[in-house]
């Protein structure tokens, strides 16, 4: 007996759990250097977009996603094959941690220069030197930012799929 409840209660735990945490995404498929990748989006997730014949990119949060549309906070929604660029901004650790260490690496430089040349009564107390190096280690660490950043074109080889991991009606013959 002991152990048909354990089953039962397992057997409800994992429907419980999976309940839980099941929820539709927006799966984007390419391959690059012959490998597949796949970027997904969850819902409530910002989503950076561009639609056919548009120049620039809009953002907006995911509130639902459906079939082949995609809802978002404001009541607007879009198909699947209206997008034609997602940018995608998932920087990890390593790269926060230079870009932070490149902006004030530049701006502490430029400071400390400064400070130097006011203690010790030099004329130009704000030299063209510095101030160059520490343009170039900010603009240094803004470029990393956009490591961070991936751009992806929609093409026939990149696939858009909205999946839906409802593990509800598994159970249901069609």
Not at 37 to 56: A, H, P, R, W
Not at 74 to 99: G, H, M, P, T
Not at 116 to 135: C, F, K, Q, S
């Amino acid at each position: 007996m002991p152990k048909q409840l354990y089953k039962l209660l397992l057997a409800f735990l994992v429907t419980i759990s999976i309940d839980c945490f099941s929820q539709k995404t927006l799966q984007i498929y390419f391959t690059r250097f012959g490998k597949l990748k796949k970027f997904e989006v969850y819902n409530g997730d910002i989503l950076e977009y561009k639609l056919k014949g548009q120049t620039s990119y809009r953002r907006s949060k995911i509130t639902n996603l459906q079939d082949s549309f995609i809802v978002f906070s404001n009541d607007s929604s879009i198909k699947l094959n209206q997008l034609k660029a997602i940018c995608i901004r998932r920087s990890n650790y390593v790269i926060r941690l230079f870009q932070s260490a490149f902006i004030t690496g530049g701006a502490f430089f430029l400071f400390l220069n400064t400070t130097n040349n006011l203690i010790n009564d030099r004329t130009p107390v704000l030299d063209i030197n510095a101030a160059l190096i520490a343009t170039g280690l900010i603009t240094t660490g803004f470029l990393i930012k956009q490591i961070g950043v991936r751009r992806l074109r929609i093409n026939e080889h990149k696939h858009l799929k909205i999946v839906d991991l409802s593990f509800n009606n598994l159970s249901e013959k069609p």
